[in-house]
């Protein structure tokens, strides 16, 4: 689908602005250094495969990563882990976040990725701020045992190595601000053979509220070696630029941004490239977006949960359109690709996209947590070398 844009002044000859242009995480070259985030119960197969079509071919592609599975959910094949890792036809280079906090459960599970669903790239979550994650020392929580955090990289990248695949973390900036953890946790990663890290810019205690601290990003693009990728309030192509330009990052990881709005893959895939591109869709190129959106998720799960699953994405790709409450109640609930395209009808396909929406967040946003939610007696030791930690099957939180 080709979407509409403001004037595209490409600059000839690709960046001028020093830009990276490629991201290279061990022998795989990704040709834009751009990653979409993975996001529980929104980066599935179909959601990938959107993303993808709109980066196109022209500027290149990017990295679009699965959501989290978890270690043990694999190793012992539950049903709901395994329904999740789904691959589209379009997606050749396969990327899975895997979460753990046990390094046997890691190793296996990375050996399983590696072996039997040819994933191409292993991101490891430690950044997920969920009390119910965070309270078992996972997610966020557990870089803060350094021991225990390098045990988990090295069986993820032992695991995956033989296949040659790289293992990128993905973490914050620490539990709170008396608690950073993200500088040793970038040497510790680049000890253990970790291809790049990412680093959000907040500490689990904020969660998403406030800003993003891009000084974070910068301070660890002077700490480690390896590349750094920067993630946090990216909302257009242009705040990535500025990020990369701030940071030294060697790329981005964009979430809420591209939230009812897919098409910012195609402005990022340009701005790497050297081009300045606002995708401005009308209410009818919207419309088509949903369409396939939804038809997207139908293919992958059927009709019935494919149109449950679209209709938490009915509000972003509205947001700031005039399109009354009732239609926006009723495509909220909306149960078969009849339906849909019944209520789609009744949108304005003239309207022109809502300028003002531009650059603002979307999203979970909130408040900050009164306190971090942590094992009892976490903050005593800094190590956790041997430390058992139990691990659901069937976590599903993310981020
Ligand atoms: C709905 C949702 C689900 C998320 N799930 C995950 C996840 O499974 N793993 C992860 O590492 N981060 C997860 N995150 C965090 C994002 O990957 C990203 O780090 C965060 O949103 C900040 O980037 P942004 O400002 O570009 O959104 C999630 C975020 C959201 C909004």
Not at 8 to 23: C, F, N, S, V
Not at 206 to 219: L, M, N, V
Not at 299 to 308: I, L, N, P, S
Not at 371 to 384: C, H, N, S
Request: overall charge negative.
């Amino acid at each position: 689908m080709t979407l509409p844009t403001t004037s595209a002044d490409t600059r000839p000859g690709g960046t001028l602005r020093g830009l990276p242009t490629e991201l290279r995480l061990g022998s795989l070259t990704v040709d834009t250094p751009v990653v979409l985030a993975p996001m529980a119960g929104i980066t599935n197969a179909a959601f990938r495969r959107l993303c993808l079509e709109q980066a196109g071919s022209a500027h290149g592609s990017g990295l679009y990563v699965c959501e989290m599975i978890t270690s043990r959910g694999l190793v012992e094949r539950d049903p709901t882990t395994l329904k999740m890792l789904v691959f589209d036809e379009a997606e050749t280079t396969r990327s899975v976040q895997l979460y753990g906090t046990d390094p046997v459960y890691v190793g296996k599970a990375a050996e399983i990725l590696c072996a039997e669903y040819g994933v191409r790239h292993l991101d490891l979550n430690f950044g997920c701020p969920v009390p119910k994650i965070t309270r078992k020392g996972g997610g966020g929580a557990l870089p803060w045992k350094r021991g225990l955090l390098a045990e988990i990289l090295e069986a993820a990248v032992d695991a995956a190595t033989p296949y040659d695949v790289p293992v990128t973390m993905k973490t914050r900036k620490g539990l709170d601000e008396d608690h950073l953890t993200y500088l040793d946790a970038g040497r510790i990663a680049q000890e253990a053979g970790v291809a790049a890290i990412a680093l959000h810019g907040r500490t689990v205690e904020q969660a998403y509220s406030g800003q993003a601290d891009w000084d974070s990003i910068g301070e660890l693009v002077d700490h480690v070696d390896i590349p750094v990728l920067g993630n946090g309030d990216i909302w257009e192509a242009a705040d990535a630029v500025r990020m990369v330009e701030q940071t030294g990052a060697a790329g981005v990881v964009v979430g809420r941004g591209c939230l009812g709005r897919p098409w910012l893959f195609r402005d990022l895939a340009a701005a790497f490239a050297g081009a300045e591109v606002t995708t401005l869709p009308t209410l009818g190129d919207v419309k088509g977006m949903m369409r396939r959106h939804a038809e997207l998720l139908s293919q992958h799960m059927g009709e019935e949960r494919g149109c449950t699953e679209f209709r938490k994405h009915v509000s972003w790709y509205l947001k700031g359109f005039r399109a009354g409450g009732t239609l926006r109640h009723q495509l909220a609930l909306v149960d078969s690709l009849a339906a849909l395209d019944r209520l789609l009808a009744e949108l304005d396909p003239a309207e022109p996209f809502p300028v003002a929406e531009l650059g603002t967040p979307r999203g979970r946003q909130g408040t900050p947590r009164k306190k971090v939610a942590l094992p009892d007696g976490w903050l005593d030791d800094t190590d956790g070398r041997g430390q058992h930690l139990r691990e659901d099957a069937s976590e599903t939180s993310g981020g």
